[in-house]
C-alpha cells in the first residue's frame, strides 16, 4: 500500500505538480479515516490532501486509474486473447457485431456498468494484446477502436436516439455524438490501461504515458484535445496574471503621505496622529505593441499569446497589434471590448491582409513595412513584443529596422515558440535580431508564456 | 468534534437543506478527523459559503465569519488596540497623578482594551466553533502570510500579551474564487476541495428540495437547461442560485413545461448580461436549441 502511494506521489511530481512531504502524511493520515476499499472515497481522500489546483485533476484522476485501478489487474484469459489476435473470420465478425450492439443499447440506456462490460469484451477481443509486450496502450487503443468501428457504433447510437421519445431539451446530435465517442474513447483507453498496468507494473505504465500539465503542453504541436485544456485554462490564468501585474505595479512605487487626511483622523484622538494615512500610489501600465508572425508553422502560437494579452488588455494602458506573414497588417480593431476574443481571431486569420507575394513569412519585408506605415505605434514607453520563429525563407532580415525601433521603444522582447536547439538552425536568423531585443525567450508552453508577462512586461 | 461516518454527514447536512455530493461529505468528515482547513475554491455561486454556513448550523457551533478584501490587515482581521480608551484612561491618569507610568503602560495593554477580531475570536472562544474566511483570494500576498501562523497551529502572538493559544481547534473553511493563486504555503496546510456546478442530476434534486409545487418534468427541463447554458461561452454562468430563482419565478407564474417563448421571456432572471442574453436568444431563435 504504501509502496504504491510513493509511487504515485513520485508520479505526480514528474508531471509537474508540486506535492510536499507533509502533504504525503496527511494523505496517509487520511486514508487511515476511511474505508479504503470503497475506490471513490479513496480517490477523494487522495485528491483533497495531494492535489490543491483544479488544473491537476484531470492529470490526478489518469494516475490514480493507472495506480489503482478499478478492477483487481488480474491479466485477461489467454485462450480468449489467441483466438482474437489472428482470427479475421467469419466468427469474430459474428462477435463485433454483437459487441457493438451491446453497446449502441449501453448508450442508449446510459448504464455506465454496461458500456464497461461491453468495452471490456471489445478490448478482449480486438486489442490483442499480450503480455509483456513493449508497445505502447496508443497502439491497442487505437487496434481495438478500429475494429470496434466507432463511427458505425455512434451511427446506430444517433438513429436510437431518434427513435426514442423524449421531453427533455434536445441537443444538438453532433454533440450527442462527440460527446459518445469521447465516452468511448476514454473507456477503450483506461481499460487498455487498466491490463497494461495488470501486465508491467503502475510506475512503468505512468512513465510511458509522459502526462503534462496543459501549461506544460508544446502549443505548436499541441493535439485538438490539449487546445480545448489549453482554451479553458486560459481566462483564469489571465485574470490571475492581470491581479499580480496589477499589484506588482502598486507594490514597487513608495506611496507618499496624505497629510490632509491624516491631521483630519487625528481629530478624533485629540490631536494626536494616531493612524498615519497615504495616498494610492499611481499605477503605471505599460504600453504594448504586439507584432506576431501567423503563418503556418507558427499561427497557434501567435493566438495564445493574442488571446492572453487581450484578455488582460485591462492590466495595459495601451495596446495595438500587428500580424504579418510577408506584409503586415494591423489588427487592433478587431478586439473590441463587446467582441468574443475567439471570435476576433477567426476574424483576424479571414480578413487580414497579411499575404502579398508568395505566403511564406517575410520578417525583413515586414519589419520594414511596420516601420514605415506603423512607426507613431512606438514611443519611448512603449513594450514591443515579436512573436515568431525568426525563419526568414531565406529573405533579408533587415535587423536595421529593429535597431532603429530599439532607439524608440522601452524595451523588445522577442517570443520564440521553437526549442533552443533549433534556433540559427537552417533559415533561423534570431541571432542576427538577438542584440537589438531587450531579451529573447524560447516560449513553446503556456508557463513561458506565463512567467514571460508576469516578469517580463 | 468528529463524525460518526461519512454517510453521517451527508445526513446531517441534508437536514440542513445542503445536498452534499459524496465528495463533499468525505472532504468534511476529514477536516474534522485530521483538524485541518478546507479550502473551497469554485466558480461563484456553487455554494461555497453556503457549506461552512450548512456545517456551522448543523454542528450547532458559533459561525465566526472574516470576510477578506484588498488591504485587510492585523486590525481588522486578528485583534486591535482600542486607542479612544487607553487616551482616555491617560488623560484620567492626571487627576490622580501619583500613578506611575509603569503601572499604567501594563493597564492600557491589557484585556481591557483589546479589540477582538475574527480570527483572535474564533482562537479563544471557550467552545468549538466554525471559522469561515471568506474570499481569501481578495487578500494581498503579505496579508496572507498572516493566516498561516493561525491556520497551522491555531495560536498567535500579541506582544504585549504574549501567545494565545487556542483551547479548541475550530473547524476552518476558506473559500476562494480563484482569481489569482494562493501561496503553496496556505494550500499545503489546507485539505483541497473544489465546488464546480452540479450535475444535472443534483442540480434537480437541489431544486426539487428547495422549491414546492413544482413538477418533475419541469424540474428536469430547468436542470438541463441550466447545464446547456453553462457550457455555452457567457460573460457570467447562471449560478444555482439563479437557477433556484428561475424554477420560483416559472412555479410563480404556473408554466407546466418549459417552451420556448416563456424561456426567452425569462431569460433575465438567469443571465445578468445584456450580451449573454442576446447570445442566447440568437441561438434559441435559430432553433439550435430546441424543446419538444
Known amino acids: ?457 | 468534534m468528529r463524525f460518526d461516518s461519512i454517510s453521517k454527514v451527508e445526513e446531517l447536512l441534508k437536514s440542513q437543506g445542503y445536498l452534499p455530493s459524496k465528495e463533499i461529505a468525505t472532504v468534511v468528515y476529514l477536516a474534522a478527523i485530521l483538524e485541518k482547513p478546507v479550502l473551497i475554491e469554485g466558480p461563484a455561486g456553487t455554494g461555497k459559503t453556503e457549506l461552512a454556513k450548512s456545517v456551522a448550523h448543523m454542528v450547532t457551533m458559533e459561525l465566526i465569519r472574516l470576510q477578506c478584501y484588498e488591504g485587510l490587515d492585523e486590525a481588522k482581521a486578528l485583534y486591535e488596540w482600542n486607542y479612544r480608551k487607553q487616551l482616555l484612561r491617560i488623560q484620567a491618569k492626571d487627576a490622580d497623578a501619583k500613578e506611575q507610568w509603569n503601572v499604567l503602560s501594563e493597564d492600557i495593554f491589557s484585556e481591557e482594551y483589546l479589540l477582538e477580531r475574527p480570527l483572535l475570536r474564533a482562537l479563544r472562544t471557550p467552545s468549538q466553533c466554525v471559522l469561515l474566511i471568506d474570499e481569501v483570494d481578495r487578500l494581498e500576498v503579505e496579508a496572507e502570510a498572516l493566516l498561516l501562523e493561525v491556520l497551522s497551529d491555531f495560536q498567535v502572538s500579541i506582544p504585549e500579551l504574549g501567545t494565545v493559544t487556542s483551547k479548541q481547534i475550530p473547524l476552518v473553511f476558506l473559500t476562494s474564487n480563484g482569481t489569482r493563486d494562493l501561496s503553496e504555503a496556505l494550500k499545503r496546510r489546507c485539505l483541497y476541495l473544489f465546488l464546480d456546478y452540479p450535475d444535472v442530476d443534483r442540480e434537480r434534486e437541489i431544486i426539487e428540495s428547495k422549491v414546492s409545487g413544482l413538477n418533475d418534468v419541469l424540474a428536469d427541463q430547468i436542470a438541463k437547461y441550466v447545464s446547456k447554458l453553462r457550457d455555452m461561452d457567457l460573460k457570467k454562468r447562471p449560478s444555482i442560485s439563479e437557477s433556484l430563482d428561475w424554477a420560483m419565478s416559472l412555479v410563480e407564474m404556473g408554466v407546466g413545461t418549459l417552451d420556448r417563448d416563456t424561456t426567452m421571456a425569462t431569460l433575465n432572471i438567469l443571465l445578468k448580461y445584456r450580451s449573454d442574453i442576446d447570445s442566447v436568444k440568437s441561438v434559441l431563435e435559430s432553433g439550435r436549441m430546441v424543446f419538444d
Open chain 1, 1 to 457: 500500500m504504501n509502496e504504491e502511494m510513493l509511487g504515485f506521489v513520485e508520479a505526480l511530481r514528474e508531471a509537474n505538480v508540486k506535492v510536499s512531504q507533509s502533504e504525503v502524511v496527511d494523505a496517509l493520515q487520511s486514508v487511515g479515516a476511511i474505508d479504503i476499499l470503497d475506490r471513490d472515497l479513496f480517490r477523494c481522500a487522495l485528491g483533497a490532501t495531494l492535489v490543491k489546483d483544479i488544473q491537476y485533476k484531470k492529470l490526478f484522476d489518469r494516475l490514480f486509474d493507472v495506480f489503482f485501478p478499478a478492477a483487481p489487474t488480474r491479466y485477461y484469459r489467454q485462450d480468449q486473447d489467441q483466438g482474437a489476435e489472428i482470427d479475421e473470420s467469419d466468427q469474430s465478425e459474428q462477435r463485433a457485431l454483437e459487441i457493438r450492439r451491446q453497446l449502441v443499447e449501453a448508450l442508449l440506456n446510459e448504464d455506465q456498468s454496461a458500456i464497461r462490460a461491453a468495452i471490456k469484451k471489445a478490448v478482449t477481443s480486438f486489442s490483442g494484446m499480450e503480455k509483456g509486450r513493449p508497445v505502447g496502450g496508443v497502439y491497442y487503443t487505437y487496434r481495438t477502436l478500429r475494429q470496434l468501428d466507432l463511427e458505425d457504433v455512434v451511427r446506430s447510437f444517433l438513429y436510437g436516439l431518434a427513435q426514442k421519445q423524449q421531453y427533455e431539451v434536445v441537443e444538438r446530435t453532433s454533440d450527442r455524438s462527440d460527446r459518445a465517442m469521447r465516452l468511448i474513447r476514454s473507456e477503450v483507453d483506461s481499460e487498455v490501461l487498466r491490463r497494461l498496468v495488470g501486465d508491467r507494473g503502475s510506475s512503468a505504465v505512468a512513465r510511458t504515458l509522459a502526462l503534462r500539465l496543459p501549461e506544460d503542453v508544446d502549443i505548436v504541436h499541441a493535439s485538438r484535445e490539449e487546445i480545448e485544456d489549453l482554451q479553458r485554462l486560459m481566462i483564469p490564468m489571465a485574470k490571475k496574471l492581470a491581479t499580480r501585474l496589477a499589484q506588482r505595479h502598486l507594490s514597487t512605487k513608495e506611496a507618499t503621505m496624505d497629510f490632509r487626511k491624516t491631521m483630519r483622523e487625528a481629530m478624533s484622538y485629540g490631536g494626536t496622529p494616531a493612524d498615519l494615512y497615504f495616498h494610492k500610489p499611481k499605477v503605471s501600465k505599460p504600453e504594448i505593441v504586439l507584432i506576431s508572425d501567423i503563418s503556418g508553422s507558427v499561427a497557434s502560437f501567435a493566438r495564445f499569446t493574442m488571446q492572453l494579452l487581450y484578455v488582460m488588455s485591462g492590466s495595459f494602458s495601451k495596446m495595438r497589434s500587428f500580424v504579418f506573414i510577408d506584409t503586415i497588417d494591423e489588427v487592433t480593431g478587431y478586439f473590441k471590448p463587446e467582441n468574443d476574443v475567439n471570435e476576433s481571431l477567426r476574424n483576424i486569420t479571414t480578413k487580414a491582409k497579411v499575404v502579398g507575394l508568395d505566403g511564406h513569412s517575410d520578417y525583413g519585408n515586414s519589419l520594414d513595412l511596420f516601420e514605415k506605415r506603423y512607426l507613431d505605434a512606438v514611443t519611448k514607453r512603449t513594450t514591443l513584443i515579436i512573436c515568431g520563429d525568426a525563419r526568414s525563407n531565406y529573405h533579408p532580415g533587415r535587423e536595421d529596422v529593429l535597431r532603429r525601433l530599439k532607439e524608440r521603444s522601452r524595451h523588445i522582447y522577442w517570443l520564440n515558440p521553437e526549442p533552443k536547439s533549433y534556433w540559427n538552425s537552417g533559415d533561423s536568423i534570431i541571432s542576427t535580431y538577438r542584440p537589438y531585443c531587450d531579451g529573447v525567450f524560447e516560449c513553446r508552453t503556456l508557463r513561458q508564456l506565463e512567467e514571460f508577462i508576469s516578469t517580463g512586461v
